[in-house]
């Protein structure tokens, strides 16, 4: 009984770690929505100011960005409106979806902060008025502050997934331990009944006539439907935190460089 209650425990405490992971995924996605109307609106006034055309590319590609954003967020609303969260096949693979698409559309955001540097910096190669060209050295300077806010936002996120995953990794670990005794524990209850079963089975055998059922065999099927409904099925943690160690791997390799062009617009 101990363990059970152990194994009880434990699963609740699994499920106040996905929680936590779930609202990262929701700070996440409200981060990059942000982060997206602030390049839209920048790209929109350099457009209206220097009266030219090489903005709608960037703008085109940003909200595109946006709609996929706002339709993760909607997926997201309906993770966290789930009821009754369980540790089955479902739930991790939905946080595993929402986790990889998180990961694509914070590259793609990072993509169109580099497109979009680019270009302000291509327009200082045109003959501008002094007003104009200082109106671009501005905006560049808030690109840049995007730059170094997403990349202070990916380590902070980062850090907080990867303490989740320790969580799991422990709760995994004991939920294992505690399974293998509860299920060491039921074989040995049940096979002394089985034992006696057979003392049954042969005692009543002399009486049975005519194929009448033998009332040995049903309580030995009773017995043996016991340990079945008592045997847990194997534990998805290790799913799930194989695959937030894929995400920590992928955000180490390609989370660390955007641009390289100029100082200030490294992450």
């Known amino acids: 009984m101990n363990d059970n209650k152990n194994i009880q425990r434990q699963e609740e405490q699994t499920k106040e770690v996905i929680n936590e992971i779930k609202k990262e995924y929701t700070k ?13 609106k ?5 457009k209206e100011e220097l009266k030219n055309k090489d903005f709608d590319v960037n703008i085109e590609e940003l909200k595109a960005l946006k709609a996929e954003i706002t339709g993760l967020k ?17 739930i991790v693979k939905d946080i595993k979806t929402v986790g990889n698409s998180l990961i694509k559309l914070q590259e793609k955001a990072v993509g169109s902060i580099k497109h979009l540097y680019d270009n302000m910096k291509h327009q200082l190669t045109y003959s501008l008025t002094k007003a104009q060209e200082k109106f671009v050295q501005v905006k560049i300077g808030i690109v840049k502050g995007l730059v170094s806010s997403m990349q202070n936002f990916i380590k902070d996120q980062q850090r907080k997934l990867n303490n989740c995953l320790e969580k799991l990794d422990t709760l995994a670990n004991e939920i294992k331990k505690d399974e293998e005794k509860l299920n060491k524990g039921t074989k040995e209850e049940v096979k002394q009944p089985d034992n006696e079963n057979k003392d049954i089975k042969s005692s ?23 340990p079945k409904s008592m045997e847990r099925k194997p534990s998805v943690l290790k799913t799930l935190k194989e695959n937030q160690q894929k995400i920590r791997l992928e955000e180490n390799g390609k989370g660390e460089k955007i641009v390289k062009k100029d100082k200030g617009m490294e992450i």
Request: aromatic content about 2%; glycine content about 6%.
């Open 74 to 90: 909607a997926e997201i609303k309906r993770l966290n409106e789930m009821d009754n969260i369980s540790l089955s096949s479902l």
């Open 28 to 40: 996440t996605a409200d981060f990059l929505e942000e982060n997206t109307n602030t390049q839209l």
């Open 42 to 46: 920048i790209a929109g006034e350099l």
């Open 204 to 226: 009543e055998k002399t009486v049975v006539r005519n194929g009448v059922e033998r009332q040995g065999t049903n309580i030995q099927k009773s017995n043996e439907k016991k």
